[in-house]
């Protein structure tokens, strides 16, 4: 282990060195076993490695008696999560797409189900945000903090949700997660609920992207509508109560590419979970634009 470099409700993530590589190294609390076991359990399914999902290594528990030390290792991103690059970065229209296009590309591959013996069953991530997609060096970014996701097989049509008592985020809770009308026996619920919180994370992307000299700053999605640590009630006032989304920059109808993802977003963040567009029609249209502006990814 190098260096702390990050950490949140689970735990910290340390630098590390693994052969000789540099690797992220996550250290759970010892009361979020569920949630490692979880993230675990996820990483080691089939099929499940992806360029757009992050890099999973090994899993480990040091235990010594009283205490116990849960660990993940993955690949290390060194720009960090998506968060903190749009903090210091500001985009052009195709390092626009090419992280949204991405994170599209990852989130279809978790939520596709697989078939065969050797198939994988479809994921639900349930705590999609900015800090939990990481950039690559390529420009593009990966899904990374599978602790509380959800899994589906088809087969049996069972909705396999983890222990944790860890929830999302409040932030970017669905309105139907707010105001507690998800049905939780129906995969296809949680898989709308994810599509709500990536419609926020590409208005997060849109204003650092640059048109005619003009930008907007990082800001979090509500930061101008809800407290800093917003309680499930302020989100529930805004989003379900009031059904206020991110307010959006004049500028973004002057531009092509702004305008489109206006739509796509807001398409995502529909308040009927029916009318929201699925992450294959996202990937699609994105993959339109991607080869429309010409942009190798």
């Known amino acids: 282990m190098v260096r702390q470099i990050g950490k949140g409700r689970y735990g910290e993530v340390w630098l590390g060195r693994w052969r ?3 690797v992220a190294v996550k250290v759970f609390f010892t009361r979020e076993e569920a949630s490692w076991f979880r993230e675990t359990e996820i990483y080691q399914t089939v099929l499940m490695r ?3 999902i992050l890099g999973f290594i090994a899993a480990d528990i040091k235990g010594t008696g009283a205490f116990t030390q849960l660990f993940l290792i993955t690949d290390y991103h060194e720009n960090g999560s998506l968060y903190d690059y749009l903090k210091y970065t500001t985009l052009d ?3 626009l797409l090419r992280l949204a296009y991405s994170a599209a590309c990852g989130l279809c591959h978790l939520h596709t189900e697989i078939y065969g013996t050797q198939g994988k069953p479809a994921i639900a991530h349930r705590d999609l945000k900015s800090k939990n997609f990481l ?3 390529n ?3 990966c899904i990374a903090d599978l602790g509380l996701a959800v899994k589906y097989n088809s087969d049996t049509n069972e ?7 860890r929830m999302g985020t409040r932030r970017y809770m669905a309105p139907e997660v707010l105001d507690e009308t998800l049905n939780k026996n129906q995969f296809q619920a949680y898989i709308m609920a994810d599509i709500y919180s990536y419609g926020l994370i590409v208005w997060e992307m849109a204003r650092r992207c640059v048109t005619g000299g003009i930008v907007e700053e990082y800001q979090l999605p509500y930061w101008d509508m809800v407290p800093s640590e917003p309680s499930y009630e302020d989100m529930r006032e805004v989003v379900c109560v009031k059904g206020m989304r991110p307010v959006v920059s004049n500028r973004w109808n002057s531009d092509e590419c702004l305008r489109a993802m206006l739509k796509l977003m807001s398409e995502c963040w529909a308040h009927n979970p029916a009318s929201r567009l699925t992450a294959l029609r996202v990937k699609k249209t994105l993959a339109k634009m991607v080869e429309s502006q010409d942009i190798k990814i």
Do not use: F, M, R
């Open 20 to 22: 000789g590589e540099k």
């Open 50 to 52: 992806h360029e757009n």
């Open 93 to 95: 229209t195709q390092a």
């Open 135 to 137: 950039i690559k060096k």
């Open 139 to 141: 420009g593009t970014c």
């Open 159 to 165: 909705v396999d949700v983890p222990l944790s008592t």
